[in-house]
């Protein structure tokens, strides 16, 4: 008998109807004879609403204390969806993560998981039993409840299909899969019937928020099929693999954007070993993450140096900046947050030429203008101004015929 | 360095301002040179939410998920308390009941607590921290969470005082002590400063919902004194203990009454061996408890059996009783429920006769008819009708004297 990991997102299990209807497909599931490990989010908008009632009682919440309180919301979804199974005649147990033994290391608000001790999920899942494992949550080794970040339950789900060897990953959200491009900007972006996890990478990690890159990242690593799909329809989802895929003829997959983006140049930075490192090594430190950094040619011994940082970290990043302008004798910063980027992906690039020049092109005759650019094996990236990202990617789509399966063809 | 236990109810808890307050009135009692070991229960109505949530889900919701669903709400309540101790400078750390080593028996809603591991709680004091446990739960030997049932945060509590050799253990609450009858029914009901084990567990078994009688009873096996205040008062609370009262003068310390009440009279029981027991073994076997049994004078081989019941639990006697009825070959049932105890405690009682006569004059002066009347060693309780509570406790209340200290001297 094999098994399955399903996870349910938040807005699968928000209300009781709902957390009804999970319950139904997990029985669907268990007909058709897998055994069904289920991962769910907390219900709706839970966390956020736990969330402020930490800031009602204070302005900065203690971390360790904020993951005991954020982790009730998962307990909630889990134990109610374990009484809906059973009331459908399904014998169902509902764990947390200390009791599905899932430790983490002692990093409270973004933990990562350090492994997987299975014995109970094993246990019941012999006796029959659908297990529900309350996501995005852990415990250390004594026994403290960590949360694991943005997307923890996505991770959740894939760590507990690579320790429980299962067949498949399914991903049940409020989307139907992964799309050439987001379906409210392009009216004609067309779902993938799968994608490379390289591929998916790029693509989550640029903005089409469909599944955490952590979680993709442990999905391929381990070779497990993730299938993303609606828990609201039937229609067919998106597999995420790492064999051969179908559609082998587009060289394109996807046009990703990611308008969380600012731009910060240092003036004035001294052409002279360490002064660069001297910029970067505080907001390394400061666990900032930087990308996209360009450096100006070099006129009169000085430099301008400019990198690329989410904007939610600009205040940040310039905190940690100042202090450092001054020690290596900068001449002083400027900041643009009206950015965002734009990416085209697709594993066939790393072989075939010319999609940077079909792609500068297609910005170019739309009248776009390229701020910076970066690529990576997979992918080629164009910062541009936010307000263009729409006029951007449907130019994209287009240039590259993403509406039709054979477009590159 | 002594300890002291502090327990907080649902209402002082109820919001973000209430659970600033309950960390400045902790931090005032590590101020005055002890440490404090907090317990809190579920914000306001977080419990009722959390199970219509689960009617909602499910008519019939499994107990073991219902209680991992319920013991979230002193979850949240205890890392909230902790976020506020530290943002006023206190070191906290919350611990839920399986963290702190709360063990009980696997019964899940109304589990017993077996013992406490007390480790890491004595740890976390001995490094100088402020330890809110979540009140109201546990967790078995293999990590299911479990609650202890009705007045559960009490009991936590106590036994919290007891396993860590507290000096005491104050149970701060939304009434101000234990007067000597209910101040909404007699507006010169007084206040009691002391109060021994044994006339509180009289008292709070009949109706004054002060304190749970399972927490008195704990706090009495182990000799731990036990404060009852309000949290949203400085008024002077009662302390309940093992000692030497201060009021000995006192000979009635209080009138309490209860009104989940129900009489069953089982018509025509057969005088014969066994046909009793063929009545209430069914009953206790369905755990349904029964109190104050009456049986009338046998005539014609056949007798009437009247018993007393909680009102919740009438038509579950009922359903045990009809048959146990068919298979003794009795007549059949009646049943009342418009009924209510009124009753007058006092350990002085034990040695000075004539309360009884005392209560039943009384009773009868104030027009008052005496359906069915039971003692224990430091109680009378009379049934009445329902409707006629208010004044038959203030009538007592004032034939006993107990509006002045001194009245009964």
């Known amino acids: 008998m094999s098994l399955v990991v399903q996870k349910f997102g938040g807005t699968s299990v928000a209300d009781a109807q709902l957390i009804r209807s999970v319950a139904t497909r997990i029985v669907a599931t268990r007909n058709r004879g897998d055994d069904v490990v289920a991962v769910v989010s907390a219900m709706g908008d839970a966390t956020d609403l736990l969330s402020d009632l930490a800031y009602q009682v204070c302005a900065n919440p203690d971390k360790r204390e904020m993951d005991l309180l954020l982790s009730t919301g998962e307990l909630v979804s889990s134990s109610l969806l374990a009484m809906a199974l059973r009331d459908i005649g399904q014998e169902a147990v509902s764990l947390s993560g ?220 310039i905190s940690v900046v100042e202090p450092a302008i001054r020690s290596i004798n900068a001449r002083g910063w400027v900041a643009d947050e009206r950015l965002a980027k734009v990416s085209v992906v697709g594993a066939a690039m790393r072989t075939a030429p010319g999609y940077a020049a079909r792609m500068f092109r297609a910005l170019f005759e739309a009248g776009i203008n390229i701020e910076m650019v970066t690529t990576s094996e997979v992918r080629i990236t164009c910062i541009v101004e936010a307000d263009r990202v729409p006029e951007a990617v449907r130019a994209l789509h287009n240039a590259f015929n993403l509406a039709t399966l054979d477009g590159d063809a």
Chains 1, 2 share one sequence.
């Open 98 to 317: 200390l009791q599905a033994g899932i430790r983490t290391e002692r990093r409270f608000g973004k933990a990562r998981i350090t492994g997987i001790d299975a014995k109970r999920i094993e246990k019941e899942v012999s006796r029959g039993k659908v297990v529900i494992v309350a996501g995005f949550q852990g415990a250390t080794d004594d026994m403290d409840v960590t949360t694991l970040g943005r997307g923890g339950s996505d991770l959740t789900a894939v760590a507990l299909a690579v320790q429980l060897q299962a067949t498949m990953c399914e991903q049940f959200t409020d989307v139907e899969g992964v799309f050439t491009a987001d379906p409210r900007l392009v009216s004609d972006a067309r779902k993938l019937k799968d994608i490379s996890y390289e591929e998916m990478l790029e693509l989550a990690s640029y903005g089409a928020k469909v599944l955490h890159p952590r979680a993709v990242e442990l999905g391929s690593v381990h070779n497990v099929p993730i299938f993303v799909a609606s828990s609201f329809s039937s229609a067919p989802g998106t597999l995420i693999h790492g064999g051969t895929l179908m559609e082998v003829s587009e060289k394109v997959r996807g046009i990703a954007h990611d308008t969380d983006v600012a731009k910060v140049t240092v003036l004035g930075v001294p052409d002279q070993p360490g002064a660069v490192a001297g910029l970067f090594e505080p907001l390394s430190e400061a666990q900032i993450r930087v990308d996209t950094i360009v450096q100006n040619t070099s006129a009169e011994n000085v430099t301008d140096v400019t990198f690329i940082v989410s904007r939610l970290e600009l205040g940040n990043a």
